[in-house]
């Protein structure tokens, strides 16, 4: 079981094991913002909500990463996991520009694909495809995007993630 952390500002911070984020809140570093229903932990003092969100009792300063990890996951998640190229839902991603003709591992480069255009397109570029792509692909934005792990978030997450 994973476990969001705010920050005491609210803005996510991170994702643990639920086990370490019960160690905060046991600790009083924290308190538990949204538990998992019908799943306890016994601990110190006693059984204890499984948190799923919890938030910081004292804010921390966190240096912010320069850029939001690079990850197949994020990928799909910005694009809605719909096929860049027909819309169809995707669960592959492309290299706009094939990695084998220069094209790097990047957001810019990087977009939600089906199977069957990924397929089709292969190693051409969409020039000679005579495919257009109907937006520009940029990294996402916003502090949800800077957290590992918050491309696969839990239902219980979605209220805090308005970010
Ligand atoms: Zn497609």
């Known amino acids: 079981m994973r ?3 705010l920050n005491a500002g609210y803005e996510p911070l991170a994702v643990v094991s639920d086990r370490r984020a019960l160690i905060l809140v046991m600790a ?3 308190s538990v913002l949204a538990g998992v229903a ?3 932990v016994f601990g110190i003092g006693g059984m204890w909500e499984r948190p799923s969100v919890i938030i910081l009792a004292r804010y ?4 912010m990463a320069s850029g939001v990890p690079l990850t197949r996951r994020g990928v799909l998640r910005r694009d809605g996991h719909r096929c860049a190229y027909c819309g169809k839902s995707a669960n592959t991603v492309d290299h706009v520009q094939p990695k084998s ?6 957001w ?3 977009v939600a694909a089906c199977v069957t255009c990924n397929n089709k397109k292969a190693d051409k570029t969409l020039r000679e495809m005579g495919w257009e792509l109907p937006f520009a692909p940029r990294q996402p934005h916003g502090t949800a995007w800077m957290v590992r792990g918050m491309e696969r978030p839990v239902p219980q997450w979605s209220d805090y993630l308005a970010a």
């Open 3 to 5: 476990t969001l952390i």
């Open 28 to 30: 009083g570093k924290a």
């Open 38 to 40: 019908g799943h306890p």
């Open 60 to 63: 921390v300063r966190v240096p």
């Open 101 to 106: 003709r220069g094209g790097a591992d990047s």
């Open 108 to 110: 810019d480069n990087l």
